[in-house]
């Protein structure tokens, strides 16, 4: 497989909704907590993502751009580039980056259309991580120059949006990338899911039914057709009972 093996885990309804509203982030749940506590709180999360991290031991961490930044949010004005873009539309990896000796994982965000621009490197948080950014030929250059002045690497592949078969094949190459944990539900996990490149899945299912019409779900992918795009099969692995009457779900994607 020339590609990390790619595991999901995310939080969700018994309805499949992954956050309390529309146009949301990951940020709406510390800004209310009251409220996202009805779907996890803090203290079954973090509990859970040990868990998943103790089981699969993942060297990368990915977010997709919807989770950080919502579509109806204004972007950070960014100053126009005026110079060669020839080198900026290539990879960017730092050496003293990748050779960083306390550095044991990658953070990452999916971000084809170059949309978060807040300069977050990880070490802040984890001095053991570090961000890049994976996006696309479609990237304006003044985010690429944007990167490049914050130090933060970044591969580009794909026109319009990120290829994401050939982006994981050059994380496995360029980053030594062997398991890709993601919890981003919703687009993200829906591209996965249709491109085939999700091997495993974990819910941890909130006794919690949400609704509406708009909220985000597990999976957004596009409907499927007969017989180009077929729902994916999956395989039991096992059902646990969790905190506070959630069940935690591990399927294997056949």
Known sequence: MNRPKVVLYVGASVDGRITMGTNTTMFDIHRQPKLYAMLFTREEWE???????????????????????????????????????????????????????T?????????????????????????????????????????????RSRHLPYLIKGQGKVDLP????????????????????GQLSGALIRNSLLDEINILQSPLVIGGYTVPTLFAAPEPEWPTILPKKLRLLEVKNFMNDKLWLRYKVL
């Open 166 to 185: 050939r982006m994981f094949a050059k994380v496995k190459t360029k980053l030594k990338v062997n398991t890709i944990a993601t919890s981003s539900g």
């Open 47 to 101: 509990s859970f993502s040990k868990a998943i991290f103790d089981i699969y031991k993942p060297d990368m961490f990915l977010e997709g751009c919807n989770m950080l930044v919502s579509e109806n949010q204004e972007l950070t004005e960014l100053l126009p580039y005026l110079g060669d873009t020839e080198e900026l539309y290539q990879d960017y990896l730092p050496e003293d980056i990748l050779s960083r000796p």
């Open 103 to 147: 550095r044991k994982t990658w953070t990452s965000v999916v971000d084809g259309r170059g949309r978060f621009r807040n300069g977050y490197t990880a070490e802040c948080d984890d001095p053991e991580t570090y961000m890049v950014h994976l996006t696309s030929e479609t990237a304006p250059p003044e985010y690429l120059a944007f990167l």
